[in-house]
């Protein structure tokens, strides 16, 4: 029973840390497009990185108009 514990223990860590570490060249281009600067790139904020703007839709996945940094970095560059 405890080994179980610790085995759950293990898993939920591993996932936060994935969540928490995005590469860092992506943490870059989300911060250079974010130029407000408030966490999320905005269409209008997308649009001087192509790759972005043509991603912008299928990566808004909560279709709220912007991207935030766990949308923005499962866009494939
Ligand atoms: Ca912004
Ligand atoms: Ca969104």
Do not use: H
Request: charged share 35%; glycine share 8%.
């Amino acid at each position: 029973m405890k080994a179980m514990v610790i085995l759950v223990a293990a898993a939920l860590g591993a996932c936060s840390t994935m969540e928490r570490e995005a590469p860092p060249d992506v943490v870059r281009a989300f911060r250079a497009l974010d130029r407000n600067g408030d966490g999320y790139i905005t269409r209008d904020e997308a649009r001087s990185d192509d790759t972005v703007a043509r991603a912008f839709d299928l990566a808004d996945r909560n279709g709220d108009g912007k991207l935030d940094p766990g949308e923005f970095r499962l866009i494939p560059r």
